[in-house]
């Protein structure tokens, strides 16, 4: 089973909401990502995390929290979005984490959020 | 700071046609190069992957190819089919970071029936 699985594939949410996403995999992989991808762009790395601990925030506004409570789940809270926020939200994990990065990133299909 | 550029941006062609699409990048220090599909609105599937140390890779109708030392690759895909419309992306794993990818925009691919 190669499968990530993302939660909900969408959502529209007020600028004064908390949601959150959810993304799931039992492949037995130890390093997660969160991924933001905009319209016609190619997805950016926003967080990884690597045997359960935060190993790299790229600089992502607090807005965003991570949280992994297991080696299976990653969670993305969202709190105060702005409407360019607005995006494909994509989740991924691999076998390996740390910095021996020769493994593939299996990525799910992707929650597509809007802010209003 | 690692940029990977895709060329064509776009590309159309008929049903059958053999066709290369091309990724280059610019710092050669990488673990490996994947090669990924986009549906519209969907996620990505991995194509290949291409370790560092490795030339290419095949799977069925696709080949990947990898020179690190000029920091090119390339994916061919032999007689297209109108199921092979869709976005490729390259991406390379570096080593600053040893998880990120860092992809390039894409290349748009519409094969016509």
């Known amino acids: 089973d190669t499968e990530v699985t993302q939660t909900p594939k969408h959502l529209v949410m007020g600028m004064t909401n908390k949601k959150s996403l959810k993304c799931e995999q039992h492949m037995g992989h130890r390093a997660m990502y969160w991924y933001k991808q905009k319209a016609k762009k190619p997805p950016e790395l926003m967080f990884v995390y690597s045997y359960e601990k935060l190993s790299i925030n790229e600089s992502v506004p607090s807005r965003f929290s991570p949280e992994c409570p297991n080696s299976s789940l990653l969670n993305l809270h969202l709190h105060a979005l702005q409407p360019e926020d607005s995006a494909l939200y994509l989740c991924a994990s691999s076998q390996v984490g740390g910095t021996v990065g020769t493994d593939t990133q299996y990525f799910g299909p992707g929650t597509r959020l809007t802010v209003l | 700071k690692q940029e990977v550029t895709q060329i064509p941006a776009a590309l159309s062609v008929p049903e059958g046609e053999n066709l290369v699409l091309n990724c280059s990048f610019t710092?050669?220090?990488?673990?490996?190069l994947q090669w990924f599909r986009q549906d519209p609105g969907k996620g990505l599937t991995s194509l290949l992957l291409?370790?560092?140390?490795?030339r290419e890779q095949t799977s069925g109708r696709l080949n990947a190819s990898l020179d690190k030392s000029s920091g090119r690759s390339t994916l061919y895909i032999a007689a297209s089919q109108p199921g092979d419309s869709a976005t490729y992306l390259c991406a390379v794993r570096v080593k600053e970071y040893g998880n990120k990818l860092v992809f390039g925009a894409g290349t748009i691919l519409r094969v016509k029936s």
């Open positions: 710092d050669s220090a990488i673990y490996n």
């Open positions: 291409i370790q560092s140390s490795q």
